[in-house]
């Protein structure tokens, strides 16, 4: 969940949004006012609310955005039983306007879309055009009761269930996934996995800010519903991706032949773990396993790290003989030095012990990994919208973190983890109305230590009927600084209140 950096600068309170939010009957049908909102950001701008990069984005770019939501999706494929790319069959939960349901039709022999918006599965159909093998369909309800059992090969859903405000629905919506999978099927979707601030619920529709899930209640269901979770990442984080195997039938597991083989770094082999031979995985090992039966996933499996039992967040394929790898992360106070590690599943402790020798972090390194504007992300490096979002890698104290631009510190902020594993952080801000347009320097403290200046150009500040001189950096009186908006949990979301914020400003 995001958090506030606060700054030397006294905090001052946030004014309240003008415009009210749309008004709902309390006993609303969640379906129906999720179909409502939908249709109305469709027609507004379609494009926007589904990608969030800008506003009135073209075509070409909307659609290039989703590369790296496709690596995500496609490395899962792997799973799937051997077969020719024409026999699959594939549905997308939440298709939108077809972003990803366009490329991903190219590993498929036929692919289907849903999506609880007339407007948006209208506007799906128009970009799939030319595809004769991809169907796009409106969703009547919380289900796929459109389709029989053992219908896909592979489902897929990104940030979808993150906006459904009900999580009963998100769970019906796993369970029929479930239903129409066929044997050996593979579900991969994300959901969020931490709490909107209260700050967001109060400004925000239910069906934007939605529901959160837990690791653990995903491990559980897995184990409820005998649907086996195969990879976790994003723990604690907005974007939590989730891949799910539906499993073949089989009878009472047989461990007499387990056996751990090595234990590494999730990128080395070796019995030394440590963030130096780890590399960007930080404080991950991998255990390497034969003779592991087909019914062991991340919901039932543990890993004891001495006195310390965790989950794991990757399990491969198992082959026929049992072989497959299993990445966990180190826990929480681990010391340096030797420890055990065994392997257990519901409850039961498989196989001998390994021993590994667990080695000191190096210092910390924290670099500035990227900037762009607030509001209009796809702007890199360039701020148009007066809001400033930076990542940073690799720090320890994210409230530590200090900002100046053209030598003006910034009053308050946000931060959010995005990936516990590379200890990566989103922090945005305001800049200050007196920072001059053109090209600046951003300077950043964080760990202790001062990192290279970043240049970034000034194009444009938050502020309304301000004169924003571009010569020698000239600028007209202004009212003083104002705070950050603190509703803000992920990229999409500081984008949405940051640009309502700012379009409710007073000049």
């Known amino acids: ?207 934007w800010t939605g529901c959160f899930f837990t690791g653990e209640r995903m491990a559980a269901f897995a184990r409820e519903r005998d649907f086996h979770l195969v990879a976790l990442s994003g723990l604690n984080t907005q974007y939590m991706w989730t891949t799910w195997l539906k499993p073949a039938p089989c009878g009472a597991p047989d461990f007499s032949r387990t056996v751990i083989k090595a234990v590494t770094a999730a990128s080395r082999v070796g019995p030394r773990v440590t963030p130096e031979t780890a590399g960007t995985w930080r404080d991950f090992f991998s255990l390497w396993i034969d003779g592991l039966p087909p019914s062991c996933h991340l919901g039932n499996l543990e890993v004891a790290f001495g006195q310390a039992h965790t989950r794991g967040c990757y399990l491969s394929p198992i082959t026929e003989s049992g072989a497959c790898q299993l990445n966990v992360r180190l826990p929480d106070g681990v010391r340096p030095g030797p420890a055990p590690v065994a392997l257990y599943c519901d409850g039961r402790a498989l196989a001998r012990p390994q021993s590994i020798q667990v080695l000191p972090p190096p210092p910390r390194s924290p670099k500035v990994v990227s900037v762009s504007d607030g509001v209009d992300i796809e702007s890199k490096y360039r701020v148009v919208m007066g809001g400033v979002k930076v990542t940073i890698e690799d720090i320890d104290r994210p409230e530590e973190v200090s900002f100046t631009v053209d030598g003006r510190p910034v009053e308050y902020g946000q931060f959010e983890c995005t990936d516990p594993v590379t200890s990566t952080y989103e922090f945005a801000f305001l800049l200050s109305r007196k920072t001059r347009l053109g090209n600046r320097l951003l300077k950043v403290r964080a760990s202790g230590r001062k990192l290279p200046p970043v240049p970034i150009e000034i194009a444009g500040l938050p502020a309304n009927g301000q004169a924003q001189g571009r010569q020698h950096g000239r600028q007209t009186q202004e009212a003083g600084d104002a705070p950050l908006p603190s509703a803000i949990v992920g990229k999409r979301n500081f984008a949405r209140t940051l640009a309502s914020w700012l379009q409710h400003q007073k000049p």
């Open 1 to 207: 969940m995001g958090q506030a950096i606060r700054l030397p600068t006294a905090n001052r309170s946030l004014p309240r949004i003008a415009r009210p939010l749309p008004a709902y009957n309390r006993y609303m049908d969640p379906i129906e006012r999720m179909r409502e909102d939908w249709d109305r950001w469709a027609r507004e701008d379609a494009y926007y609310y589904a990608a969030f990069g800008r506003r009135n984005q073209d075509q070409r770019e909307f659609f290039a955005s989703a590369a790296e939501v496709l690596h995500t999706l496609t490395r899962e494929l792997v799973r799937l039983p051997e077969a020719p790319a024409q026999s699959r069959r594939a549905l997308e939960i939440g298709c939108g306007p077809g972003r990803l349901m366009l490329p991903m039709s190219a590993h498929f022999g036929e692919i289907h879309g849903v999506d609880i918006s007339a407007e948006m599965a209208a506007k799906a159909r128009e970009a799939l055009r030319g595809v004769p093998h991809a169907h796009v369909h409106v969703t009547p309800g919380d289900g796929l009761g459109m389709f029989p059992d053992e219908s896909f090969d592979f489902i897929y859903s990104y940030i979808v269930f993150q906006h459904i405000p009900d999580p009963a629905i998100v769970l019906n919506y796993l369970r029929e996934a479930r239903r129409t999978l066929k044997t050996g099927g593979i579900l991969c979707c994300q959901l969020r996995g931490a709490p909107p601030l209260p700050t967001e619920i109060e400004r925000r529709e239910p069906t």
